[in-house]
């Protein structure tokens, strides 16, 4: 993929076009404040995660066995973070704040999904190939 800056960037927006809608809608659907920020706290955090793997693979790959170590702690540190931001975030509030929490999580991974298919069509039907 030659592109992969112009993709992070387009995995970003979408992203966060998707969390503010939602956010929106959530605030005004179901007067619930709480939760339309856990869902853009979640996005947020969702694509730190998801590029920071992505740029973690790609210094492991020209940094070789030495960036290990340093790859571990990072994912320590991820997984801590990105687990006890909700509590952090929602404290002892109502379970939907936790539940779109989660939802905005795995929401950018949603989209980059969706983004790299759309890509891979593009570049197909460039080549001519069936997808």
């Given at each position: 993929?030659?592109?992969?800056?112009?993709?992070?960037?387009?995995v970003?927006w979408r992203?966060l076009a998707?969390?503010?809608a939602?956010?929106?809608?959530?605030?005004?659907?179901f007067h619930?404040?709480?939760?339309?920020?856990a869902?853009i706290?979640?996005?947020?955090?969702g694509?730190?995660?998801?590029?920071?793997i992505?740029?973690?693979?790609d210094?492991l790959?020209?940094?070789?066995?030495?960036?290990?170590?340093?790859?571990?702690v990072e994912?320590?540190?991820r997984?801590?973070?990105?687990?006890?931001a909700?509590?952090?975030?929602?404290?002892?509030g109502?379970?939907?704040?936790?539940?779109?929490y989660l939802?905005?999580?795995?929401?950018?991974?949603?989209?980059?999904?969706w983004?790299y298919?759309?890509?891979i069509k593009?570049e197909?039907?460039?080549?001519?190939t069936?997808?």
């Open positions: 993929m030659e592109n992969v800056r112009s993709y992070q960037v387009a970003a992203s998707v969390a503010f939602a956010a929106g809608l959530i605030a005004i659907a619930e404040r709480v939760a339309a920020l869902f706290a979640g996005t947020l955090i694509l730190a995660s998801l590029l920071h992505a740029t973690g693979f210094r790959t020209k940094g070789g066995k030495g960036y290990l170590p340093f790859l571990t994912s320590l540190v997984v801590f973070v990105a687990g006890a909700p509590f952090v975030i929602v404290g002892r109502p379970a939907l704040g936790y539940f779109t939802a905005g999580f795995v929401a950018p991974l949603a989209v980059a999904v983004a298919r759309q890509q593009a197909s039907a460039k080549t001519g069936a997808s």
